[in-house]
């Protein structure tokens, strides 16, 4: 069996080398690189490296050195054939057939990549020819330079059937009917493909080209035409400019991926080298793959327009499965009705690199598109969009990333359905005491104020905030002047209370940090252990921060409300009852008013405790009560 010098240089393409090393050796990111402990010999400091965009693995110790398949060889002890069908196998490539046949298709591909040199050669002649003049015309009109023109091979084919089939002949009609410079169409003779437009050249990762893409020169349909696939060409697989594109990724560590030819030429010129573009079908696997191997997050720019975003958002989708911790995708949304090209020619590259500063990131885009996909007043319609965004996490092949997307989304949607709240500033020491609102007296706090607000305490309450702050002990620092009403509480909740405030102000003396467990164990040593049992009973009390499990960011914030309506609401009464007794002694308009705001202040506390318990079991029900 006789394996080509292409098939060869495929197989290491299609082959991850850092997926392959990292399945027996433990390797680590080390910026464009990654690196290990030498599997070849023993080691305590890494120096065994892995380049994927190289395909090399290298030692700096004992200078073990190879590709893909002397890794097989080499470490997995493989005789070469058979470590070549491994990797083959994985790589979903086909092994060639007998020597001879697999030489046969070797000269065929020489004579292929020979035979698309040459057509590459001729279509550059015709545009600086007479019969040139048309398309000389159309880069001028978008604004493409002489010199961007030559570095990206761009020629022109005459309005003919003939002059690229009599140009090739010593080729024969076969093979330039493989190559797809021809049609054939049975019962007739072979015709040029490309007729009256202006060429582009495609070209594999070393630089050859492999096909063409040509667009017309006047009005007509196609606007693009592609080469068909061929052994050359798979569309598929390739990215335009890819050859050019790679080495500029790496320096600018990033890659965009654009929608045409015409974007790609265009932030070339401006600049932006590090530019690919997929050939008119939708982002695939194999091309996404390739990116990765460039770039942890390659960057989608598509048009502006109602069709660019649904690409987008279809390459969103499809790299779903395929994402790995670290590896994603960002996106850039331009102007309504542009694309790259137009972008770069009304503002250079400063209007393109400013929208690039500022990427989505790929959570972002699916999370906007579900929100956006149909209404959520209902109940069902909300459930409805829940199962989306389950069904786009469970989609994700890896556990890590999976989990992420799933607490994300759960993030995001209980953000997005929970009344917001006015921000609680904890109170600090030598500021005025809460209010209800600006019109009431904002005098100092006289001590028979203090007892009428310490006896208005709503204990149910008191109790689940004390269950919350034994639950998040953290939390009790940020709140040491506000729950200072609490010392006034008789009974067992205000000894309790200050226990609590005991020890967290000597861990916080002594610097340690205080969880939930340790301040449980120093409450019973002191003889609250039975009432702290009470509190933390997981069914005692319907508000997130007093559950056992749950989102930490929602608990803290659930446990600010509750605490801002703990302070507040004795106040209010306090003063309903002031204002009350001051109608009852005289009727006034002023004193009337000011007793209806009270009212209205202290519904609007009662309302806003009861959305803390409903969210709460909104959330419950919902199944996003977890991390």
Request: hydrophobic residues 40%; aromatic residues 6%; neutral net charge.
């Amino acid at each position: 069996m006789s394996l080509s010098p292409a098939f060869l240089d495929e197989l290491r393409t299609r082959t991850s080398l850092s997926a392959l090393i990292g399945k027996t050796t433990k390797l680590q990111k080390a910026g464009r690189e990654m690196r290990g402990c030498c599997p070849f010999h023993n080691e305590k400091t890494p120096s065994f490296y892995v380049n994927d965009d190289k395909g090399f693995y290298h030692c700096f110790g004992c200078s073990a050195h190879g590709d893909a398949i002397r890794w097989m060889t080499d470490q997995r002890g493989l005789p070469f054939i058979d470590a070549v069908k491994e990797l083959a196998q994985t790589a979903g490539m086909e092994m060639p057939a007998q020597d001879r046949q697999s030489a046969e298709r070797a000269e065929k591909a020489k004579g292929l990549h020979e035979a698309m040199a040459d057509a590459a050669a001729w279509f550059t002649e015709q545009l600086h020819g007479l019969a040139g003049n048309d398309a000389r015309q159309l880069l001028d009109r978008r604004g493409i330079a002489a010199e961007t023109a030559r570095t990206f091979g761009m020629g022109f084919a005459p309005d003919s059937r003939g002059r690229l089939k009599a140009a090739l002949k010593d080729y024969g009609d076969p093979m330039l009917v493989e190559s797809g410079m021809l049609i054939q169409v049975e019962g007739k003779e072979p015709y040029d493909r490309f007729r009256g437009r202006l060429m582009i050249p495609i070209r594999d990762a070393r630089g050859r080209t492999i096909a063409f893409g040509g667009r017309i020169i006047g009005e007509g349909e196609p606007k693009y035409l592609n080469s068909p696939d061929t052994p050359l060409f798979d569309k598929g697989r390739t990215l335009y400019n890819l050859d050019r594109a790679a080495p500029a990724a790496r320096k600018a560590n990033r890659v965009l991926v654009v929608e045409g030819y015409m974007d790609v030429i265009a932030l070339a010129q401006a600049g932006i080298a590090e530019a690919v573009a997929p050939l008119g079908t939708a982002l695939t696997e194999h091309q996404l793959e390739r990116l990765w191997r460039m770039v942890d997050v390659p960057i989608l720019c598509f048009d502006g327009d109602a069709a660019g975003q649904k690409a987008a958002l279809r390459a969103a989708h499809r790299a779903l499965p395929l994402l790995q911790p670290g590896r994603s995708l960002s996106f850039v949304t331009l102007p309504e009705g542009q694309d790259p090209d137009d972008l770069v020619k009304a503002g250079g590259a400063g209007a393109m690199e400013a929208l690039l500063r500022e990427p989505q990131p790929l959570v972002d885009r699916l999370w906007r598109s579900e929100v956006a996909a149909e209404p959520l007043d209902t109940p069902e319609q909300r459930a409805g969009l829940k199962r989306r965004l389950a069904e786009l996490a469970g989609g994700i092949a890896d556990d890590s990333v999976r989990a992420e997307y799933q607490s994300d989304f759960r993030r995001r949607f209980d953000a997005h359905f929970t009344p917001q709240r006015k921000p609680f500033v904890p109170f600090q020491r030598g500021r005025q005491p809460w209010r209800p609102g600006p019109a009431l007296p904002t005098g100092p706090v006289t001590e028979d104020a203090k007892a009428f607000r310490a006896a208005g305490i709503d204990r149910v309450l008191a109790k689940a905030v004390l269950a919350g702050l034994i639950r998040h002990p953290v939390e009790i620092a940020r709140h040491m002047e506000v729950l200072g009403s609490l010392r006034l509480a008789d009974g067992a909740l205000g000894r309790l209370f200050e226990a609590v405030v005991d020890v967290a102000l000597e861990d916080r003396r002594t610097g340690d940090a205080l969880d939930s467990a340790h301040l449980v164990t120093i409450l019973q040593k002191s003889g609250f252990g039975e009432v702290a049992s009470d509190l933390l009973r997981a069914d005692a009390m319907p508000y997130s921060f007093t559950q056992p499990s749950g989102n930490d960011q929602r608990s803290r914030e659930d446990l600010d409300e509750a605490i801002a309506i703990l302070i507040a609401r004795p106040e209010v009464d306090a003063q309903l009852a002031q204002a009350t007794q001051a109608m009852q002694t005289r009727f006034t308009d002023e004193a009337f008013e000011r007793q209806v705001a009270l009212v209205r202040e202290k519904q609007a506390l009662e309302m806003r405790l009861a959305n803390l318990c409903q969210s709460n079991e909104d959330a419950r029900s919902l199944g996003f009560e977890g991390n």
